[in-house]
């Protein structure tokens, strides 16, 4: 356990307020190859995480590092262009790092998303999962970013899990998605964290589909999870860019594929999250530019 404490959270937020006049309400994490989630932005600030004091760095092919803020809507928000996976080597500490800078920031919502593998019958590629739960493997077995002596500045020592994603905001993104005219590719799912990096083996896939899992990745959960605990309201959402390999003579995977998904369907990706960002509702007094 690596725990970071309350000074170094409140250090980086100091230094990216002092650097821009946006205060955030809403954060988006992109998933791999989701990064022009970012680009709907105006009025943009951007930080390459290099430049930011305590933040981890980005190793990930499709994950550019950077920290955008913007306006969207009349709404300001930040975006984790790159996110921090465990398999990368950093601790789930680091991994979160951001997610409580935010809260610092006076972000209320988080929207997360991620590539994934469908486990379902009904998810193809190209499909979007809206995740009403998740499976967080790595945290059932106690490699859990909140391990350690709790910070109760940020949230309680038992934090509760079951409904962490928000179900107006989940509502709200289905009924977006109707609008869209893109309902038929979307539906509700399961979502499960494993470590990583590697895929995962035919009998690993046929375990994870036996068990409900809908969809899997190897990030999110974590993120999940430290935000549940300091109170975010999280959106989440899986862009479905392979079926896992549950036969021998499934097409395998890789990452070059799982970005490509991440391309053919960034424009529907950024109508349907902009969408959500301009409809849903915010509690709290900040605005950017103040
Ligand atoms: O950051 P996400 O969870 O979108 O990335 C997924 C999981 C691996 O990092 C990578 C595999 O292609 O995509
Ligand atoms: N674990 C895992 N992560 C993914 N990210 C994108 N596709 C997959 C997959 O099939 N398995």
Same mark, same amino acid.
């Given at each position: ?23 955030? &309400?809403?954060?988006?994490i992109?998933?791999? @190859? ?5 680009? +709907?932005?105006?009025? &943009?600030?951007?930080?390459?995480? *290099? $430049? ?28 984790? &262009?790159?996110r921090f996976h465990m398999?990368?080597?950093h601790s789930l500490c680091k991994t979160t790092f951001?997610v409580?800078?935010?809260?610092? %920031? ?6 997360v998303?991620? +590539?994934? !593998? ?16 998740h499976?967080n493997f790595p945290g059932?077995?106690?490699l859990n970013p909140l391990c ?13 899990? *079951? !409904?962490?994603? $928000? ?9 977006? @998605? ?10 509700? !799912?399961?979502?499960?964290m494993?470590g ?14 036996? %068990? ?6 190897m990030s999110t959960a974590p993120e999940v999870v430290v935000a549940t605990h ?5 959106? @989440? ?12 003579? *499934? ?19 950024? &109508? ?19």
């Amino acid at each position: 356990v690596h725990n970071k404490c309350h000074d170094e959270y409140q250090k980086t937020a100091d230094w990216l307020m002092s650097q821009t006049k946006h205060r955030p &309400q809403v954060a988006i994490i992109c998933g791999s @190859g989701l990064g022009m989630l970012a680009d +709907a932005l105006k009025c &943009q600030d951007s930080f390459a995480y *290099s $430049d930011i004091p305590g933040f981890p760095q980005s190793t990930v092919q499709g994950h550019a590092g950077r920290l955008v803020f913007g306006e969207l809507k009349g709404k300001s928000c930040v975006c984790m &262009q790159g996110r921090f996976h465990m398999y990368e080597g950093h601790s789930l500490c680091k991994t979160t790092f951001p997610v409580r800078v935010f809260k610092l %920031l006076g972000v209320e919502t988080l929207i997360v998303t991620n +590539a994934a !593998g469908s486990l379902a019958d009904g998810l193809q590629p190209g499909d979007i999962m809206i995740i009403k739960d998740h499976v967080n493997f790595p945290g059932l077995v106690g490699l859990n970013p909140l391990c350690g002596p709790n910070d109760d500045k940020f949230g309680p020592r038992f934090p509760a899990m *079951s !409904g962490c994603y $928000d179900k107006g905001l989940r509502r709200l993104a289905m009924e977006i @998605g109707k609008q869209l005219g893109v309902a038929g590719v979307m539906q509700e !799912g399961v979502y499960a964290m494993v470590g990583g990096p590697n895929f995962e083996t035919i009998a690993e896939a046929r375990l994870l589909h036996r %068990l409900g899992v809908d969809a899997v990745g190897m990030s999110t959960a974590p993120e999940v999870v430290v935000a549940t605990h300091c109170g975010l309201r999280v959106f @989440g959402l899986s862009l479905i860019t392979n079926k896992c390999c549950t036969h021998i003579d *499934s097409d395998s995977v890789n990452h070059e594929g799982v970005l490509e998904v991440g391309r053919l369907r960034s424009h529907t990706l950024q &109508q349907l999250v902009t969408e959500l960002i301009s409809r849903m509702e915010i509690n709290n007094n900040n605005t950017s530019n103040n």
